[in-house]
């Protein structure tokens, strides 16, 4: 079953008893750059600059990607500063929700909702089909446990990994030290057509600076 780079990240997110995702916030990010991404691997969007062009508006095959193709064609025609940081920061949320949705219509998870204390709704998404998230997680361990050569996708989605320093994601059982050298060879390497790497670049920038500003936010706070 083929699922999207957004979806992929989303699953490796979810802990598959609970349902509830990790690092909710960075992971909400990588996802709207995972499906910007794709759109960038399809030739349907291109990173110029920073800023964010649609030069292809022709369906991907894809009801996902084909809805934020959509969202960023008429965002981009519109926004003074169409840039990579402004579109993940106005998407994040609205990702989430689209990616999601399309694992609970392809039976790879399931909603449940309920009341915390019988006052606040909570919705989560336990695993209800496995497989997908097995394969994912093999191909991580062969390019990065294993060194094996990584195909575009696969590369793309460790690059935002690394950008994002989610390596425990991917690898909850391995020391920092042991998977971060090979995620950052597999990112920087030279995998992928200047456009697609513009896009990843911008992506991680944006991501960082995000979760710098929050980290200085939350450190205030803290002293105040």
Do not use: Y
């Amino acid at each position: 079953m083929r699922v999207t780079l957004a979806e992929e990240i989303m699953l490796l997110s979810l802990d598959d008893e609970s349902g509830q995702a990790k690092d909710r916030w960075t992971v909400g990010w990588i996802v709207a750059g995972g499906l910007l991404l794709e759109l960038a691997l399809a030739e349907r969007v291109r990173v110029d600059g920073n800023r964010v062009e649609v030069v292809d508006t022709s369906s991907t095959g894809d009801a996902l990607l084909d809805d934020r193709l959509e969202a960023i064609a008429a965002w981009a025609g519109s926004a003074r500063a169409a840039t990579v940081a402004a579109w993940l920061r106005k998407d994040q949320l609205k990702s989430i929700e689209a990616t999601l949705a399309g694992l609970c219509a392809r039976g790879i998870v399931t909603e449940e909702r309920h009341r915390a204390l019988g006052l606040f709704p909570v919705r989560r998404f336990p695993e209800a089909d496995g497989t997908v998230e097995r394969e994912l997680r093999e191909r991580l361990n062969r390019v990065v446990l294993e060194d094996a050569e990584p195909d575009l996708r696969t590369a793309g989605l460790i690059g935002l990994l690394h950008g994002a320093r989610l390596h425990r994601l991917a690898f909850p059982g391995e020391p920092r030290k042991r998977v971060e050298p090979r995620m950052a060879a597999v990112a920087e390497g030279q995998w992928a057509a200047e456009a697609v790497q513009d896009t990843i670049r911008a992506t991680q920038v944006a991501i960082m600076a995000a979760t710098a500003a929050a980290s200085a936010a939350a450190a205030a706070a803290a002293v105040s």
